[in-house]
């Protein structure tokens, strides 16, 4: 799938937005890390010198791996770096910096900068794509160049919609039928003209938020006609608690797109529409009723606050709050859940082609960006959950100790997940030029693109561009792990151990069916995958593995044959004499498989050269791959998408 220029340009209206939510945290000042007074962290209040204090920096689980920094709860406070060093923690303030962010951040010791080149962290806007090369090796900021493809409404049915055509309405069911208008009005008024004249409708500007735009109808008759739209078909029959509707915010978090890393936040936000549902005709006009969004409800002089994280009262609960309520009668909640999941792994699933492309051309590192969704969900009358929208700059607004109960603890997580380093001062002090190359940072936990071996490469090729690949010969790619494959590794099981309240859904132990959803296969999805495969069950045998390499040295480069997938003398599992057996010394990557990526550099051009010059070809041993242009295997024996490879 390629990404034309059009869909590279993020559109105005999500650009400037502040948030979905009705109230924002936006502030006009860049000069100062302190919150607006006014909106504070209830549990900040009264905390005096006896809190906790924890060490600044966490180590890795392994050895020549730099440690991250540590961000707090409020109830803890973070103990000083020497003077060096906390002159580095740098973070660049955002209109639309939250202050639950302000306040995590202010309590690792994080001080404000307007320069563009000496600070280590961002959250703010997202950026059309282009301004993503801006952005150097040691800075994160909280979005991916792409993302807008599921965060965007009319990209995200589309593509959902693709998904559904591809792989069947079996795994793509969780979303209501959709047209995107003016493109789809011929087969939208044929759908409308066969349907029950009581059926509803619900439209949406395509690039909206916090419920602006949106309506319930039922007659051609009120359908605009002169803006574009989406048009669904409205969940008519929704779960009820007390006769009230409502929607599930569910926090995501994806720290990588290649390899594909995805995090589900254990709490969220349950809002209710603040009047009593009724399906009858003449209350579609009722928003109180029909929408579940805060800042609609709020302006209802019934909508009832809460405060209490426990309580299962008023207009907005905890998400933990409504699984101890429906566990209570008698609900599988963790059957609920389990869906729910599902729906996240395969939407994220859905952008990641875009992104990926995207981060390719426009970003030097992926230690450089990281992102939080919202994801809405709502819950029909048999508790299945169907997705509403996906939000990419979701509302951490915090006004009652509810919100920060959920979104603080949230955002102490997502920043210890993030894996903030602490630069060398040589890497902030000058900007450096768009080719640098410095990665001294990040030592150990970073490796620029062009520090990736010929051998690398050639493995990555191998792996991702079979035609046949099952479980037997996947898992010999962690036979012989190179210096990237230990740093990916590595750095995959120090996030884990980093986890906090957040669950790690992509890769895991029970994730490899989602490897066919990809439009092409990425090597270290596969790499992450056969791990888990390996070492869930006993993980510290995969640790105590990796530590042992890392103590070496591996994941900084070695000249170790045993670390060289092209010279190590093992022997793949493969049978050779089976028709799809492949003997990987005389292994031949064809210039054709490249012949489907826009983008490829002139590394890969070499390693196309390299394989295909190393060894002559030989009856029964060799393999031209296009995987494109293949056939597709049987599901039995592939547990791989077929499609242009990637590596």
Same mark, same amino acid.
């Given at each position: ?23 924002s ?6 000069? &100062? /890390? ?22 600044a920096?966490?180590p890795?689980?392994f050895?020549? /791996? +730099? ?22 923690l ?45 952005? *150097? ?23 959902l ?20 208008? +003016? ?17 509803? #409708?619900?439209i ?16 051609? &008759? ?31 978090y ?6 594909l ?42 909508y ?12 907005? #609960? ?58 809405? /969900? ?17 509302s ?16 102490r ?11 060398? *001062? ?50 010999t ?15 995959s099981?120090?996030e ?7 669950e ?43 530590a ?17 997938? &092209? ?6 599992k ?11 010394? *005389? ?49 039995t024996?592939?547990?791989l +998408? ?6």
């Amino acid at each position: 799938m390629q990404v034309d220029g059009a869909e590279e340009e993020l559109p105005d209206e999500l650009e400037n937005a502040c948030s979905d939510d009705g109230d924002s945290d936006c502030s006009s000042s860049t000069a &100062s /890390i302190s919150p607006r007074s006014g909106i504070e962290e209830p549990m900040l209040l009264g905390v005096g010198d006896d809190r906790e204090e924890r060490p600044a920096l966490v180590p890795s689980l392994f050895p020549l /791996i +730099p440690p991250t920094l540590y961000f707090s709860t409020a109830n803890e406070k973070v103990e000083l770096l020497p003077v060096e060093q906390r002159r580095l923690l740098k973070w660049k303030m955002s209109t639309v910096t939250p202050n639950v962010v302000k306040h995590t951040i202010t309590r690792s010791h994080f001080k404000a900068t307007k320069k563009r080149y000496d600070w280590l962290g961002c959250w703010g806007h997202h950026m059309k794509s282009p301004s993503f090369r801006t952005l *150097r090796e040691h800075q994160k900021l909280n979005h991916f160049p792409g993302t807008f493809q599921i965060g965007r409404k009319d990209r995200l049915w589309r593509n959902l919609s693709k998904m559904q055509v591809r792989f069947g309405k079996q795994e793509f069911s969780f979303f209501p039928r959709t047209f995107i208008l +003016p493109q789809d009005i011929k087969l939208l008024r044929k759908v409308w003209e066969d349907s029950s004249t009581r059926q509803k #409708w619900i439209i949406k500007p395509p690039a909206s938020a916090r419920g602006i735009g949106i309506q319930v109808i039922h007659k051609w &008759s009120q359908m605009p006609r002169k803006r574009p739209l989406l048009v669904q078909k409205y969940l008519h029959k929704p779960y009820l608690i007390s006769g009230n509707k409502f929607d599930l915010r569910i926090y995501v978090y994806v720290t990588s797109y290649d390899p594909l890393r995805i995090y589900i936040f254990s709490d969220g936000l349950v809002r209710f529409a603040s009047c009593k549902y009724s399906s009858s005709m003449k209350t579609l006009s009722n928003k109180f009723m029909h929408l579940t969004n805060y800042s609609v409800n709020k302006k209802n002089s019934e909508y009832q606050t809460n405060s209490d994280d426990k309580a299962c009262q008023g207009h907005k #609960w905890a998400l933990k709050a409504l699984w101890q309520y429906l566990g209570a009668q008698g609900v599988n909640t963790a059957l609920i859940w389990q869906k729910i999941k599902d729906i996240v792994i395969k939407t994220v699933i859905a952008s990641e082609p875009y992104v990926n492309n995207l981060l390719k051309i426009n970003v030097r590192t992926p230690h450089s960006c990281h992102e939080l969704f919202g994801f809405d /969900i709502m819950l029909d009358e048999n508790l299945k959950p169907w997705i509403l929208e996906v939000n990419i700059s979701p509302s951490l607004h915090s006004s009652t100790a509810l919100d920060v109960s959920v979104k603080g603890q949230m955002i102490r997580d997502l920043l210890n997940l993030a894996g903030f380093r602490i630069p060398q *001062r040589e890497d902030v002090i000058a900007p450096c030029s768009s080719d640098s190359s410095s990665t001294s940072s990040l030592c150990g936990g970073v490796r620029n693109k062009s520090d990736v071996s010929i051998d690398e490469k050639m493995k990555r090729a191998f792996y991702i561009t079979q035609r046949f690949a099952d479980q037997d010969f996947l898992s010999t790619v962690l036979d012989v792990l190179t210096p990237e494959d230990v740093r990916v590794l590595a750095e995959s099981e120090d996030e884990l151990n980093r986890v906090g309240q957040f669950e790690r859904i992509f890769p895991s132990p029970s994730a490899s069916r989602y490897l066919r959803f990809f439009e092409c296969p990425r090597y270290f999805n596969i790499l992450l995958d056969q791990w888990e495969q390996k070492y869930w069950s006993s993980r510290s045998k995969g640790i105590d593995l990796l530590a042992a390499l890392c103590q070496k040295g591996v994941h900084l480069g070695t000249t170790d044959p045993a670390h060289m997938w &092209s010279k190590s003398s093992y022997t793949s599992k493969v049978d050779p004499h089976k028709g799809d057996g492949i003997n990987r010394s *005389r292994v031949v990557v064809s210039q054709q498989l490249f012949s489907h990526q826009d983008n490829y550099d002139a590394l890969d051009r070499e390693v196309v050269s390299l394989c295909s010059q190393s060894v002559a070809p030989s009856s029964g041993s060799s393999v031209t791959s296009s995987a494109c242009a293949s056939p597709l295997p049987t599901p039995t024996h592939s547990l791989l +998408p077929q499609q242009s490879a990637a590596y």
